[in-house]
């Protein structure tokens, strides 16, 4: 984790301060910049392993910082700060490429375990590339863990890593409900907004459900389960 290059973008010295000296303690290296266009000036040149971006910021807000990055190819995940705990940002800055989001005021020790977190479920361990791992299967859908593959009736499904580790958790619980809390502590580590797995959810939904039935239903207030369809 000390070689993990982190890159802050905050425009309140303050609070960019203390995360930049919290994030160092914690052993990680540090680049600190207060506005979206030096976001995408040390982006291009540095290419951080993971960017803690806040929304609100002078010049280009990070919404648009991430689309850009995305747009030019950068798969660094992005952690954005936003004072507007609200479904429509977060939905947004997720279909834009975040990966999450952590609301101010926020303490620093939430903060790092955020960023531990998503560097666990965004990285693709070494081992994957060179062994296959089990196969897991449900009707037409495959799930090769140790070759991070998955295909539904043959075809190959092209997923982020933690639509990797989505699928594949609720794969190898097939047929049984699995609560919201369950799959966010499991997949991302905390207990936190639903309102992430439901986005990741409707991710899965969109890349399988053309390929066949729907596998993944809802249960209505508790959470979702992955099963077979039912034979007509």
Wanted: with cysteine.
């Amino acid at each position: 984790m000390s070689e993990t290059r982190i890159l802050v973008v905050e425009d309140d010295p303050n609070i960019r301060d203390v995360i930049d000296v919290a994030l160092r303690f914690h052993g990680f290296r540090v680049t600190a910049v207060g506005t979206g266009k030096g976001a995408l000036d040390e982006v291009s040149t540095s290419r951080p392993d993971l960017v803690v971006l806040d929304v609100m910021l002078p010049d280009v807000d990070g919404f648009e910082v991430c689309r850009r990055i995305r747009a030019d190819g950068v798969g660094a995940p992005v952690i954005f700060l936003t004072a507007r705990d609200t479904v429509a940002d977060t939905v947004k800055g997720l279909t834009l490429g975040g990966d999450d989001y952590v609301t101010k005021p926020f303490s620093v020790e939430a903060l790092v375990a955020r960023i531990r977190a998503v560097l666990r479920r965004t990285t693709v361990p070494a081992e994957a590339e060179r062994a296959s791992g089990n196969l897991l299967r449900v009707a037409d859908l495959e799930l090769d863990e140790g070759r991070w593959e998955v295909r539904r009736g043959g075809v190959p499904v092209e997923l982020s890593p933690t639509e990797f580790r989505l699928l594949a958790f609720l794969m190898q619980h097939a047929g049984l409900v699995l609560t919201k809390r369950q799959l966010l502590e499991e997949v991302w580590g905390y207990g936190g907004s639903s309102q992430v797995l439901e986005t990741y959810i409707s991710y899965l939904r969109r890349k399988l459900d053309p390929l066949g039935p729907a596998l993944i239903h809802t249960q209505r207030g508790i959470g979702y389960s992955l099963r077979p369809p039912q034979s007509p």
